[in-house]
């Protein structure tokens, strides 16, 4: 098996073509990943969420460094995954064109607010809040047949 190392246009590409990831956070030396939402602006160079306020944003509040992992697996042999290095931002509910543009962003997908707000699906003002996160570095990797040309040795 070969890997081949995406360029930052091809991590990109994945980027907004997805809109699931596990979110990386850190406190006090201890990781914490969970499932989450996002939609990528590529013009702004970050991703945009809408999530409960719960262990995940009290800890990038504190801690704005996480890591995000988005994937595309079929199987063992046959994956793509982009790994993003990045800083949350939260914005603020009296920053209403950031608000507005987040969640113009987040509108492509159907019942955007969901699960972020599942207490109160018609008020997802409540209990959440809207952030972003700033992609710092993108690297990405593919697994790919042997005999594609453009593949890279990795192991
Ligand atoms: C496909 C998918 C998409 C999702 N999208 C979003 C989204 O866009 N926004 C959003 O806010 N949430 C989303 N979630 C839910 C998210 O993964 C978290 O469960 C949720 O946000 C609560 O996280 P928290 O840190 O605020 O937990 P809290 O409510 O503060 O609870 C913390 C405790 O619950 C445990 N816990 C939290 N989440 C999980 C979990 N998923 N599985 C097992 N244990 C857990 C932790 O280990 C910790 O002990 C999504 C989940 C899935 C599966």
């Known amino acids: 098996m070969l890997i081949h190392e995406l360029s930052v246009s091809q991590c990109e590409r994945l980027l907004e073509r997805n809109q699931l990831a596990r979110l990386a956070c850190a406190l006090s030396d201890q990781p914490y990943i969970v499932p989450i ?7 702004e160079n970050c991703l945009y969420g809408f999530a409960s306020v719960g262990q995940k944003i009290e800890w990038m509040r504190s801690n704005p460094k ?47 607010w969901l699960p972020a707000a599942a207490e109160s699906a018609d008020e997802p003002q409540g209990g959440a809040v809207f952030f972003r996160i700033h992609i710092g570095d993108v690297t990405g990797r593919r697994a790919g047949s042997p005999d594609d040309p453009s593949a890279t040795p990795h192991v």
């Open 37 to 43: 939402s996002f939609t990528f602006a590529p013009q």
């Open 66 to 112: 996480v890591c995000i992992t988005v994937d595309e697996i079929i199987d063992r042999f046959h994956w793509t995954t982009v790994v993003v290095i990045g800083r949350y931002e939260e914005i603020a509910p009296q920053d209403v064109t950031a608000r507005r543009r987040a969640q113009h962003l987040l509108q492509r997908r159907p019942q955007w």
